[in-house]
C-alpha cells in the first residue's frame, strides 16, 4: 500500500497513473523488480517518482542528497532530472539494495551523477558539513530509519542553500500518524517531526498527500 498515493480509491488511483505517469521502460523494470523484494514497501510510488523530478527541475537543482537510496528508484529520477553536470550523493548502509540500484544507474546512463557513499548517512552528512559543504545543496531527499529523522532533517537543513529543498517521506506513515493508539517509536518520531517542521520558522512547509505522505520544506534566507 506504500506503493501508491495513500486515500485514493483503486479506480481513482489507476486512473491517475494511465493518464498522467511518465515512467520509463526502465524505471518500470526497477520497480517491478524491487516488488518482488522482501522489502518493497520501501519502494516509493511512481508517481511521487515523477513528482520529485518535476521538483528538482523546478528549482534548477545541480547537487542533491538522497538520504536512504534502497534499489535506487528515486536517485534514479532525481538524476534524470538533473543537468548533465548534476550530482547525487546517495547515502544508504546496504551493498545488497544498492547493488540493484548500481546496476539500474548504469544502464540508465546516469551513473556518473550518483556519488554513493556506503555508510551510516549521519556519518556522510557529518563529513560534508565538517568539509565546508554546508549551504551549497539544492536539494535534499529524506527517506531512511525513522528514528533519525529529525537528525537527517537538521543535518540536510545545514546542508542545503536558501531557497534549497528539504524532502521527507513516508510524513504519513500509512495513516498511523492520525491514530492515536498507535504509539510506537517510528510512528512517534514522525509525528514529532512534523509538528516540528510545522512551527520551524527556518523553513516554509508543505505536507503534500503523494506516496506515503511528502513533507517538504524550503529553506528561508
Ligand atoms: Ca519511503
Keep these: 500500500m506504500s506503493n501508491q498515493s495513500i486515500g485514493l480509491d483503486q479506480r481513482l488511483y489507476d486512473y491517475l497513473l494511465s493518464a498522467t505517469l511518465r515512467e520509463t521502460d ?17 519502494q516509493i510510488s511512481p508517481e511521487q517518482g515523477q513528482f520529485m523530478a518535476l521538483l528538482v527541475q523546478l528549482i534548477g537543482a545541480k547537487k542533491t542528497l538522497e538520504i536512504g537510496v534502497f534499489t535506487g528508484y528515486s536517485a534514479l529520477v ?59 545543496f539544492d536539494f535534499a531527499f529524506v527517506d531512511a530509519d525513522k528514528s ?48 516540528k517542521v510545522q512551527g520551524d520558522k527556518r523553513v516554509n512547509m508543505s505536507l503534500v498527500p503523494i506516496g506515503d505522505g511528502l513533507l517538504l520544506a524550503v529553506k528561508n534566507n
Excluded: F
Excluded at 151 to 157: D, F, G, M, Q, S
Excluded at 159 to 164: D, E, K, V
Design 148 to 195: 533519525n529523522y529529525d537528525n537527517y532533517y537538521e543535518r540536510a537543513l545545514q546542508l542545503i542553500r536558501p531557497g534549497g529543498l528539504i524532502a521527507v517521506d513516508n510524513t504519513l506513515w500509512y495513516g498511523r500518524v492520525a491514530d492515536p493508539d498507535v504509539q510506537d517509536n517510528r510512528t512517534k518520531r514522525i509525528r514529532a517531526l512534523n509538528e
Design 26 to 42: 526502465l524505471l518500470a523494470q526497477l520497480r517491478y523488480e524491487t516488488a518482488a523484494h522482501a522489502q518493497a514497501r520501501m
Design 78 to 136: 532525481v538524476a534524470q532530472a538533473l543537468p548533465e553536470d548534476g550530482q547525487v550523493i546517495a547515502c544508504d548502509v546496504s551493498e545488497e539494495y544498492t547493488a540493484i540500484a548500481l546496476s539500474y544507474w548504469q544502464k540508465a546512463n546516469v551513473a556518473h551523477k550518483i556519488d554513493l557513499r556506503i555508510a551510516p548517512a549521519l556519518d556522510t552528512l557529518d563529513g560534508l558539513i565538517a568539509a565546508g559543504e554546508s549551504g551549497t
